[in-house]
C-alpha cells in the first residue's frame, strides 16, 4: 500500500501540538515512523540542557538491533553534532538528510576531499558513529538555529532504499518535531513551575504554622498531625465516592488544617501557656482564637473556603459550639472534619492537666460523641482508618 | 502572483504553534488571510467558556467594512451557531465551509425544501445574519467535536467569487487553528494558575507575617512598609542597570521582606511590648528574632536567598551589626536592602521612646551612617528615591 507522506504529515503536526509531555510526543512519532516508513530502528538523539549534550532517550523498534536507550550521550565535539551545528555542511546533505550510502559515495570519491582533510576526518568519524548506531540516515531538528536533536533510523525492513519523498517526508517531520518539542518543553517548564510554587506555598504556610504552634508548649507538632489526619480522612472519602470532592477541596483542606489554629497568634501567651485551671474570661479568649484566625485570613479571596475552615472548626455537631452554634450540616464541612481531626489529636497527646490517651481510648470518646460533638459520617471514616491502622 | 497554499499553509502552522497568547494568534491569522487572500475583512467568532457564547473579539480589514468587535456576541441558539453544531447540515458545506452564494442558490430552489421547514427557516435567519455581518464566508473550526470558532469572510477585494483552492485552504487552516487555539489556552491556562499561585503566597504570607506584626505593638503596617521600600530601592538598581538583578531576586527580596521579622513570633511578648528601657539580657532576646526567623524557614529550600535576608537584615557595613558581626560585601545584598528600608521606617515612626522622624531628619540620619551601617551604594539609592518623592 502506498503512503501519502503530505496527508501523514499534516494529520501528525496535528496531533503533535497537543501532546505537551515531550517523552510522549517523541515515543508517538518515533512509533510513527517505525509503523510507517518500516525502518527496523528509529531514535532521537535529543539536547538535554541541564547537561549540555544529546542523549538517546527513547528508541522504538525490533529487539536486539534499536539503539539501546539511554546509553548513548554525545557532547557537542562529538563528529556528528559538530556535523550539523556547521551550516557549511548542508551541501553534503541529500533533501536535507545525512544518509550512510552518500557519506560512501563521497568517501570513494579522491578528488572531493583534496585539500578539505579536516572535513573528510570529520565525515569517516561520522561514518564510524552512524555504523555503531547501527543507523543509515540521520535527520537534523532544528528550531530556529538551534539544534534541538537528531532523528536516527535504522534500515529499511525490506532493505531497499530510501525514496526521495520519504527523505522529504523526514526533513519536513524533523521540523514540526522540533516545533512540537520547543512547545512541550515550554509546557514542561510552567507545570514544573505550578508543581514548585503550590511546594513552596505549603512548605512556607506550614513553618509558619509551626512556629505559631510553638507558642503554645503543649502543641508541639499539633498542626502537622492535624493535617495529616484531615487529609486521610477525605482521601478515604473520595477512595468510596470518587465524585464527593474535587481536588481543589483537598487543597483547600490542606492548608485549613495547617492554618486552623493560626488564631492563636493574637490570644496572650500567659493565657496559652497557663498551668492551672482557666477562668471563664480566660477560656473565651482562648475560644477567640477562630475568629482571629479568619480574621487574619480574609483579605484573602482565595482562601474563602480555607477561612471556614478556620472560623468553625470548634462548631459541634448539636449547635453547642463555638463561635456561631452552627448545627450539623450547617456547619461547613472542611471544618467538620477539621474538628474530629483537631480532637483526635487533642486526646492523644499530653495536656498539662491531664496523660494522653490512648488511641483506643480516644475512638471510644470519639465513638461516643457521634451525633452530639461530631458529624456522624466522620465518626464512621475515624472508626475505619483506626481499624486498618491509618491513625 | 499565483499563491502556494499549501505552503502558506504548513509555514502558518509551524508558527502558530508557538503563539501562546490566543489573541495574538487569532490577529496573525486573520492579517494572513486578509493579505494573501484579499479579502475585504476577516473576523472571528470565538467561544468564550466562561459567557457560554461566541464573541467577535478581534477583526482586520478595511475600516468601514470590518466587523465590529466586540459587539457581536452570540449565544448557542443562534441560527450560525445552531447549524455549525448540527453534523446533519454538512452536507449544505461547499468544501467544509459555508458559502453566502451557496445559501442563495439553495433558497432559490422550490423543491430543495419541501418537507423541511424548520431548515428552510434557519437558513434564512443564517442569510440574514451573514449579511448584517457583511459577511460571504463562514469557516467553522472544531477541536474534536466541539465548535471553537468560526472564521468570518468578507468578499474578496477584486470581488471575484473564492476558489476551490481558497475554500480548501480555508477548511485546512481552520482546522489548524482550532489546534493552535486549544494549545494557546491551555498555555494561558497555565500562566493564569502561575499567577493565581504566586499571588496566593505572596497574600498569605503578607497576612501572617502581618499578624505576627500585630504582637509587637510599635510596629503596626511596618512590614508592608518595609516591603514597599525595599522593593522600591531593587527597582531603582534595575532602571539604572537592568543585569544587576534577574525576576528571582525581586521575587526573593518580596518574600524576604515580608517575612524579615518572622523570628519575633519566638521572643516573648512581655519583652517585645515593654514599656520601659530593656536590659542587656532582654535586647539580646529580640536580637535573636533574627537567627529564629532563619530557623522557622531553614527547612525551605527554595527560600536558601529569602533567609539569608532575613538572617542577616541587621548586620552593619562596619562589621557592628548581629548575629554575625559580617562586614561590606560579605553581607548578602539582599539584607543590606532590607537592612535600610527597614532603619527608614522605624526612623520614621513613633517609637514608645520618641517620636517620629520627618523623612528629611531621616535621609540625613542615614546619609550619615554611610559605610558605617548601611552600604553606600544604597545610602545613594535612598537619597534618590526621597529627592523624587518616592519614600
Do not use: W
Amino acid at each position: 500500500m502506498r503512503i501519502n507522506y503530505k496527508r501523514e504529515l499534516e494529520d501528525a503536526a496535528r496531533t503533535m501540538i497537543l501532546v505537551h509531555k515531550p517523552n510522549t510526543l517523541i515515543r508517538l512519532i518515533l512509533r510513527m515512523i517505525v509503523r510507517k516508513v518500516r525502518v527496523e530502528h528509529a531514535g532521537i538523539l535529543l539536547y538535554e540542557k541541564s547537561r549540555d549534550c544529546f542523549i538517546v532517550t527513547i528508541t522504538r523498534g525490533q529487539v536486539g538491533s534499536k539503539i539501546p536507550a539511554g546509553l548513548v550521550r554525545l557532547d557537542k565535539n562529538s563528529p556528528i553534532i559538530r556535523f550539523f551545528n556547521d551550516s557549511n555542511n548542508i551541501a553534503l546533505l541529500e533533501r536535507g538528510v545525512l544518509l550512510l550510502s552518500k557519506i560512501n559515495t563521497l568517501l570513494s570519491d579522491r578528488e572531493f576531499f583534496a585539500g578539505k582533510e579536516d572535513l573528510e576526518k570529520l565525515i569517516i568519524a561520522i561514518k564510524f558513529q552512524m555504523k555503531s548506531f547501527d543507523t543509515v540516515v540521520c535527520v537534523p531538528a532544528y528550531y530556529r538555529d538551534n539544534l534541538l536533536g537528531i532523528l536516527m533510523l535504522g534500515e529499511k525492513v525490506n532493505k531497499k532504499t530510501f525514496k526521495k519523498e520519504e527523505l522529504d517526508f523526514f526533513n519536513a517531520l524533523a521540523n514540526d518535531v522540533a516545533m512540537a518539542l520547543r512547545n512541550a518543553f515550554l509546557f514542561e517548564d510552567l507545570q514544573l513551575e505550578i508543581e514548585r510554587n503550590k511546594k513552596l506555598f505549603l512548605e512556607t504556610t506550614m513553618a509558619l504554622s509551626a512556629a505559631i504552634d510553638a507558642k503554645d508548649h503543649y502543641t508541639r507538632g499539633h498542626t502537622t498531625r492535624v493535617t495529616e489526619y484531615s487529609l486521610a480522612i477525605c482521601k478515604h472519602i473520595v477512595a468510596e465516592d470518587s465524585k464527593k470532592f474535587d481536588a481543589k477541596f483537598l487543597d483547600n483542606l490542606h492548608v485549613a488544617s495547617l492554618l486552623h489554629d493560626v488564631g492563636k497568634i493574637g490570644v496572650p501567651e500567659a493565657i496559652l501557656n497557663k498551668k492551672g485551671e482557666l477562668t471563664d474570661e480566660e477560656r473565651k479568649k482562648i475560644n477567640e482564637h477562630v475568629v482571629i484566625g479568619a480574621m487574619i485570613l480574609e483579605p484573602i479571596k482565595a482562601l474563602d473556603e480555607v477561612i471556614l475552615g478556620v472560623k468553625y472548626h470548634h462548631e459541634r455537631y448539636d449547635g453547642n459550639g463555638y463561635p456561631e452554634g452552627l448545627k450539623g450540616e450547617a456547619i461547613p464541612f472542611i471544618a467538620s472534619i477539621i474538628s474530629v481531626a483537631d480532637s483526635y489529636d487533642a486526646m492523644t497527646t499530653d495536656r498539662p492537666y491531664r496523660s494522653a490517651f490512648t488511641k483506643e481510648q480516644a475512638m471510644v470518646e470519639i465513638e461516643r460523641c457521634c451525633g452530639t460533638q461530631f458529624h456522624p459520617h466522620l465518626v464512621r471514616i475515624m472508626a475505619a482508618l483506626y481499624k486498618r491502622g491509618e491513625l
